[in-house]
């Protein structure tokens, strides 16, 4: 089969994948905070769509900043002195989605920064936490990555190497 009739629908098979993975999404937001009430989803939206699963409280006090790297909202405030070079975060999963286009693709959250600049969005190859768990997080800092379809990321760390510090027991 020729690439081009390839190229579309596994562009749209990865597009339907990623779904879950969008920042936009309230079930991300509901982690923010261990008071926050669980997100539901729209009532037209299928079962299994990672949207509809209930979010998880994810307790966000007491993470310390990485020795020598940066917390969330510092990334997001530094993104333009960041981008292309390598930064370390240490925060907690608060969402996964795996084995997207070969990847792991992880919402990480250290407490730090207001609503649109709290929560990392990771892209990795390695270890695949669990939600909850509290990992230190290596990675090359990207901007403005589109993956078609509104699922746009202004910041994103790709090629992360991401070990697992502590795990939840969620």
Known sequence: MPKSKIGTPLALAVLVALAGC???EPAADAAKTPDAPAATAPAQ???DHPA?????KVDLTGIAKAEGGKTVADVFAEKDAL????VTVRGKVVKVNANIMGTNWLHVR???G???TNDLTVKTAGTLPGVGDTVLVTGTVALNKDF???????VIVED???TVEAASEL
């Open 52 to 56: 509809a699963r209930p979010a998880v």
């Open 22 to 24: 969008s920042k936009k």
């Open 83 to 86: 981008a292309g070079h390598r």
């Open 45 to 47: 939206m299928p079962a």
């Open 114 to 116: 207001a609503e649109g």
């Open 148 to 154: 078609g379809m509104g699922y746009t990321y202004d």
């Open 160 to 162: 992360a190497a991401v």
């Open 110 to 112: 250290d407490g730090s």
